[in-house]
């Protein structure tokens, strides 16, 4: 299953990324928020956006800059997320899902556009990923999960992640070590 392209997906997720970008640099925030702009016009927090159009400017951005500044962005947006951070890994992956799933409306879907995965595989190893319906590039969500580790891991988290194959209601993942 893929993303519900009916779906909606609201404004302040759009600006946050955009904002984000501006953390790796202001270049990167003037190309996204001109990439978005020029396609849906000034972003306004309060209003509802296609999930379809969003999902292809994401890839758009992508294209634009590459994925290592992608990578970046998603990391910008990890660090920038409003969790406690004395929450575990696995707690902050529960409350990113929630706040994922909020982001999105119009759809029949519990989970529009996917989910992250998190599992557990040692003392400070883990299975991380996004669910198949998950819209976004992979190069976004792997830094998404570098921040998250190293803010809501150990202190002396230097997470290292590897890709690996997905599994049948996957979409990206990784097995990490941190």
Do not use: C
């Not at 904002?19 to 020029?38: I, P």
């Not at 970046?72 to 707690?91: R, S, W």
């Amino acid at each position: 299953m893929s993303y519900d392209r009916t779906a909606v997906v609201t404004g302040r997720y759009l600006i946050a990324f955009v904002k984000s970008t501006g953390q790796v640099s202001e270049v990167f925030e003037q190309r996204t928020r001109s990439l978005f702009e020029d396609e849906l016009g000034q972003l306004d927090p309060e209003a509802w956006y296609s999930l379809e159009t969003v999902a292809e400017l994401y890839e758009g951005v992508r294209d634009d800059v590459g994925p290592r500044t992608m990578r970046q962005g998603g990391v910008a947006t990890g660090e920038a997320l409003p969790f406690d951070t004395d929450t575990n890994i696995a707690a902050a992956t529960d409350q990113l899902n929630e706040e994922h799933k909020r982001s999105f409306r119009e759809s029949t879907e519990e989970h529009p556009a996917g989910r992250y995965l998190y599992e557990s595989t040692g003392d400070r190893s883990a299975r991380v990923g996004v669910s198949e319906a998950y819209p976004f590039p992979e190069s976004f969500v792997e830094g998404v999960f570098e921040a998250f580790i190293r803010r809501h891991g150990p202190v002396d988290a230097s997470p290292n992640l590897q890709s690996t194959t997905a599994g049948p209601e996957e979409r990206f993942v990784w097995t990490v070590r941190y």
